[in-house]
């Protein structure tokens, strides 16, 4: 079945320490999304790829930052991770903005 | 500026009794998406339905129904004979119809369901 996919499903990082989440999909879609949901809260987009266009969400942090290096693939990479970065963070795809988008079974991500 | 208001934060019925999760929205756009999407314990958000501002008929889909009401800027969502397996967080966004097109999401109503 054509997916989204999301590598690990939990990760613990320290303080400070890079950290790279993953996201791959097989239903060929133009558009990646990360979001981030902190608890009992709704997602957040951090940024998101047209193709390999990125767009980036005014008030993302500069901590955050993406790579997509083809059409199946897209990461997350949290340079310093703080306590604060401690959420569950989510893939999406879409065949292009506007159409559904179809989301990742998430990574929940622990800062010790 | 675009928003999604569901005012009721959470909801717990028993198994069986039928209920509503209310969503009213916010735009000055005259066309855009609405969507409702499941979230259960694990985690991932499931898409549930989509509907385009101009196409107001509502919809059923086995125990769940979708109410759109334009003229009240609602989106409201109905779960016939609820099962325990309903339980979770549903949320309901909004997207523009050009555009950056990004799902301006509610802040989600979390639905218990008890046997």
């Known amino acids: 079945d054509a997916m989204v996919i999301q590598n690990p499903r939990y990760q613990v990082t320290q303080f400070g320490k890079p950290v790279t989440l993953s996201c791959s999909q097989t239903?060929?879609?133009?558009?990646m999304y990360w979001y981030q949901q902190k608890s009992s809260q709704a997602p957040k987009l951090l940024f998101h790829?047209?193709?390999?266009?990125?767009?980036n969400e005014a008030d993302t942090p500069d901590n955050f930052q993406s790579r997509r290096p083809n059409t199946s693939f897209c990461f997350l990479d949290i340079r310093s991770p703080g306590l604060g970065d401690a959420a569950m963070y989510l893939c999406?795809?879409?065949?292009?903005?506007?159409?559904?988008?179809?989301f990742g079974p998430g990574t929940r991500l622990l800062v010790l | 500026a675009q928003k999604v208001t569901q005012a009721q934060t959470e909801i717990s019925v028993v198994e069986k009794e039928d209920v509503t999760l209310d969503c009213v929205y916010e735009?000055?756009?005259?066309?855009?998406?609405l969507f409702w999407y499941k979230q259960p314990p694990s985690g991932e958000l499931v898409f549930l339905i989509r509907?385009?501002?101009?196409?107001?008929q509502n919809e059923i889909s086995g125990r769940y129904s979708w109410n759109f009401q334009k003229s009240t800027s609602s989106f409201n969502f109905t779960i016939t004979a609820s099962q325990v397996v309903d339980s979770a967080v549903y949320f309901c966004?909004?997207?523009?119809?050009?555009?950056?097109?990004?799902?301006?999401f509610g802040q989600g109503t979390r639905l218990t369901i008890n046997p």
């Open positions: 239903l060929n879609h133009n558009v």
């Open positions: 966004a909004l997207s523009e119809w050009v555009g950056a097109q990004k799902l301006v």
């Open positions: 509907r385009n501002s101009f196409d107001e």
């Open positions: 735009t000055r756009d005259t066309t855009y998406y």
């Open positions: 999406a795809t879409s065949s292009r903005t506007g159409e559904t988008q179809y």
């Open positions: 790829y047209y193709d390999k266009d990125f767009n």
